[in-house]
């Protein structure tokens, strides 16, 4: 089945570790995003890439970093330096925009999100 | 500066009713697009609707509406005969084409329908 697969679900972190959250994509899209989701803020952007070995901030970067070394992948670090990390993770993807003339506003997709909880 | 406001934090109906999730937005730019998101409480995202500031036609799908108002800036979602497998989060949102590398969410509508 094509579509977004993050892993795991629940995730349990303790003080000063890292941890990374998968996200896998097979639907053939150039464009990878990650955000977070606190309650009753909506949704904020952490990190994006737009093409492989490329990858730029959001809004909230801080405490955070990202790999893109394949277009099908996009993992995701909470490093120790996050000092409130416990949220919903999102990862999403589209069709890229990047190198295009024409602005498409194409439909952003997203996985089934994870879980952080800081024990 | 882009903002997505959705004023209505929680809305409580009985099955069979027929409920209205609120959208406002703000942007400069000319060239936008506007989604509607559902998300479950199992978490994910859902895909709903994608809109074009180009084209205020009014949208239909089954027991979903849409009605897009350039005029008031607003991009407002009907459920028609509510259903309990209705009861989620709705997100509105929007892409500009001056910052496309995001969506810019509101902070979501929690619709529960008690049957």
């Known amino acids: 089945d094509g579509g977004i697969t993050q892993s795991p679900k629940y995730l349990f972190r303790k003080e000063g570790q890292n941890v990374t959250l998968s996200c896998e994509q097979n639907?053939?899209?150039?464009?990878m995003y990650w955000y977070r989701q606190d309650p009753g803020q909506g949704l904020r952007l952490i990190y994006y890439?737009?093409?492989?070995?490329?990858?730029q901030k959001g809004d909230i970067a801080e405490g955070y970093s990202v790999s893109r070394e394949k277009k099908e992948s996009f993992p995701l670090t909470v490093t120790s330096a996050q000092k409130n990390p416990t949220a919903f993770y999102l990862c999403?993807?589209?069709?890229?925009?990047?190198?295009?003339?024409?602005?498409?506003?194409?439909?952003?997709?997203f996985g089934e999100g994870s879980w952080l909880t800081v024990v | 500066a882009q903002k997505v406001t959705q004023a209505q934090t929680e809305i409580s109906v009985v099955e069979k009713e027929d409920v209205t999730l609120d959208c406002v937005y703000e942007t400069r730019d000319t060239t936008y697009y506007l989604f509607w998101y559902k998300q479950p409480p199992s978490g994910e995202l859902v895909f709903l609707i994608r809109?074009?500031?180009?084209?205020?036609q009014n949208e239909i799908s089954g027991r979903y509406s849409w009605n897009f108002q350039k005029s008031t800036s607003s991009f407002n979602f009907t459920i028609t005969a509510s259903q309990v497998v209705d009861s989620a989060v709705y997100f509105c949102?929007?892409?500009?084409?001056?910052?496309?590398?995001?969506?810019?969410f509101g902070t979501g509508t929690r619709l529960q329908v008690f049957p």
């Open positions: 890439s737009q093409i492989v070995n490329d990858f």
């Open positions: 639907l053939n899209h150039d464009a």
């Open positions: 809109r074009n500031s180009f084209d205020e």
């Open positions: 949102a929007l892409r500009v084409r001056y910052n496309t590398d995001k969506l810019i």
């Open positions: 999403a993807s589209s069709i890229g925009e990047a190198g295009t003339a024409l602005f498409s506003g194409n439909t952003i997709y």
